[in-house]
C-alpha cells in the first residue's frame, strides 16, 4: 500500500476572472453576448490532495491494483473554488500474468462527481457541458489481454467500455467513446 499527501501554496497564481474591456464586461460576438474573462493575477491560491494505492498479490499469477486521486484547489483572495481541479478518480485492475507469454486483465475507470459548487465561477471546468448539478460520476469495465507469439512479435486485444456506457471525461466537453475493440500486433527485430 501507498500514499501521498500534497499541499501547494501559490503566490501570484494566475487564473481566469471576469474583466473590463474599454469600460464593458461584456462583449456582443455573432449575434450573441458574452461575459468578458481574462487570465488575470489572483493573489494567493492552494491544491491540495492525496494520491491512494494497493498492490496485493493474491495468487501466484493474480495481483490486484488500484488507485485514487483526490485533488481540490482554491482562489485564497477571492474565495472561490480554483477551476480545472479535477474530481476523485482511479482506476482499479485484477491482472493474471503466466510468465512473459500471457497476460489478462479486467479492469475499472472511474470517476466521481464534480458539483457545480465546486467549479470555478469563471468557467475553466466548462460548466456548459455540464449537467444541472455538475460533472457526473461515472465508471467503465475494460479487458484486455496480451499474447507473445514468439520472441518478436506480440498481440494485444481489448474490449474497453464493455457495457457502452455514455460519458465525458471531465471538463473535456467532448464524449468518450463507446464499446471499443482493438487489435495491436508488434514485431521487434
Known sequence: MEAQVYYTRLRDAIVRSFFTLKGADSLLYDGDIY??????????????????GLKSRIF??????STLNLTRGWNLSEDVPLGHIPPVFGRSSLEYRKNDWFNLILYARYAGWKLREDFSPY???????????GWPSWWTANLSAGFRLSEEMQMDVSLENIFDV????????????GRNFNLTLRYRR
Open 35 to 52: 461575459r468578458i474573462t481574462a487570465n488575470t493575477n489572483a493573489g494567493k491560491a492552494h491544491i491540495y490532495g492525496a494520491a491512494f
Open 60 to 65: 501466484s499469477h493474480l495481483e490486484l491494483k
Open 123 to 133: 468557467g475553466e471546468d466548462n460548466d456548459e457541458e455540464a449537467m444541472l448539478y
Open 166 to 177: 455514455f460519458y465525458k471525461p471531465y471538463a473535456s466537453g467532448v464524449s468518450a467513446p
